[in-house]
């Protein structure tokens, strides 16, 4: 550590010709090429043939829609955009999910991709809108869906049933403003978000909703074997008889008026502005963190070299930095937000990790402080001893599970998330959980998404910063009492 300009400030320059930082670099940008041709794909959407056919209609693509429907220049936090990569499934899991400005508000939007399988919903598909719609509530987002679906896809098994329709209506019970805005056919469970949605608008000409959902039948296919088939079925077309509140022209006339819903709600953040404006970036260049995470789980390196370039003017105030060494906790800023750190160097906990990390837990709930999990998920070889019993970890599981300000997690390392994340993981439901290419560039298994999207290092300042400006949507409140710690 360096004292000057009376800040704390983390004195980590390395060396990046170091041999060991550059395997390390070659390995990332390995896996960032791969991660970056599932993206291609994903936003390749149903290839060539049904895009073309898509624009020769007059229609947007929902990247398009999405674009249109933000602020000028403003980012789109895209959640889980490779989902279904390496299933049976498009990538993509056939909609865009994330989170943008609309009319100065941060909003949760959600787009159908009709140019895959119509923009059929598969399980993907199911669990990335319900993550979403999650995001939306407990950080108290503004949600906005572009639909325009098909509804279940087959042969995927039963349809999703009704837990898209409950978790919109959900979100209208806690006052979370809702706009649907219906660009073409929607049926099945989709035709149910219009009706549910606070305010609707269908574009003319185009938007029709099924009324009752299809009856299959069975119909002998070219080898005399049956094949399923679907009856056609009466719909609503947009107009007087339609469910809409607002009747578009176009696809760009119903983005228009879904700004013109959002400008309306007198929308206001109830959690505190960043405390630095503007904050100023970090002293040390974000590319050195291609070199930070090895390609094997026994590649630990110290977390405080990645805390040196994702924080404030890289400020970081260790707490505890003699105590509990496997554990590194402490205080900065990120984007002019006040955040707490909890960084896992991968090694199992000893009561000393357990006792700081309780603590610390203890006074960002007591200061209303979001805390920032940063989870190194390697498996160092270790004998099993005392610092691994199960009974160190019980009192952290308590804290994290009973802290109620918001959390974000980090993953980092080569182990997949959803093997390795542990308290810090999907489970215990962190507002948000990112992770550094692994060894694929997956968003996990099927109906599962274990994080919220695989990022280039690189970006990892930006991602966590958009982060913390959403959950500030809602208010940041901490527990009174979190947990104690037992040895």
């Excluded at 041999?19 to 041709?37: C, F």
């Excluded at 000409?205 to 959902?213: C, D, E, F, N, Y």
């Excluded at 308290?423 to 298994?445: H, K, M, N």
Aim: charged residues 20%; aromatic residues 6%; proline residues 10%.
């Amino acid at each position: 550590m360096q004292r000057g300009e009376d800040v704390t400030v983390l004195d980590t320059a390395i060396d990046p010709r170091t041999p060991a930082y550059l395997a390390n670099r070659s390995a990332m940008l390995e896996r960032l090429a791969e991660l970056e041709s599932a993206l291609e794909a994903a936003k390749a959407g149903g290839g060539e043939k049904w895009v073309t056919r898509h624009h020769a209609r007059g229609k947007l693509l929902p990247r398009e829609r999405v674009e249109m429907l933000l602020d000028q220049d403003s980012p789109f936090l895209e959640l889980s955009p490779v989902a279904a990569w390496g299933s049976q499934f498009p990538v993509g899991a056939s909609v865009v999910t994330g989170i943008g400005v609309v009319e100065g508000v941060e909003c949760v939007v959600i787009a159908n991709d009709p140019t895959v399988d119509s923009g059929a919903v598969n399980p993907y598909t199911v669990e990335k809108i319900r993550r979403a719609a999650r995001i939306a509530a407990v950080n108290r987002l503004p949600l906005v869906n572009l639909v325009e679906s098909t509804g279940a896809a087959a042969p995927t098994g039963p349809p999703p049933g009704g837990a898209i329709a409950r978790d919109l209506s959900q979100l209208t019970a806690d006052r979370v403003p809702t706009v649907c805005v219906v660009f073409g056919a929607t049926t099945g469970d989709a035709a149910y978000l219009p009706a549910l949605s606070d305010y609707t608008i269908m574009v003319r000409g185009h938007a029709k909703m099924l009324t009752i959902h299809p009856q299959p039948v069975r119909a002998a296919g070219a080898n005399g074997r049956p094949v399923p088939e679907v009856r056609s079925a009466p719909t609503v077309p947009a107009g007087v008889t339609g469910p809409a509140d607002q009747l578009a022209e176009d696809e760009r006339d119903g983005l228009r008026l879904a700004r013109q819903c959002v400008r309306r709600f007198n929308w206001r953040k109830r959690g505190p502005h960043p405390r630095t404006s503007p904050p100023p970036p970090p002293r040390y260049d974000a590319e050195d963190l291609l070199t930070m995470a090895g390609p094997d789980a026994q590649s630990v390196f110290d977390p405080r070299e990645v805390l040196a370039r994702v924080l404030d003017d890289s400020d970081f105030d260790e707490f505890k930095p003699a105590t509990g060494t496997g554990l590194v906790t402490g205080w900065g800023e990120l984007h002019g937000y006040p955040i707490g750190v909890v960084a896992n160097l991968g090694n199992p906990f000893s009561p000393a990790e357990t006792q700081k990390a309780v603590h610390f837990i203890q006074l960002a709930n007591a200061t209303s402080t979001t805390l920032l999990f940063v989870q190194y998920t390697g498996t160092p070889a270790a004998e099993p001893n005392e610092a691994a019993d199960v009974r160190h970890g019980a009192p952290l599981v308590h804290a994290v599970a009973k802290s109620t300000v918001p959390h974000l997690t980090l993953m980092i390392g080569a182990a997949p998330p959803d093997e390795a994340g542990g308290i810090y993981g999907r489970a215990y439901e962190p507002r948000f959980l990112f992770s550094w290419p692994v060894e694929r560039p997956v968003d996990g298994p099927l109906g599962k998404l274990p994080d919220d999207g695989v990022i280039d290092p690189r970006d990892t300042r930006t991602v966590l910063g958009l982060c913390l400006s959403a959950v500030h949507s809602a208010s940041v409140e901490g527990a009174e009492h979190v947990g104690v710690f037992r040895p």
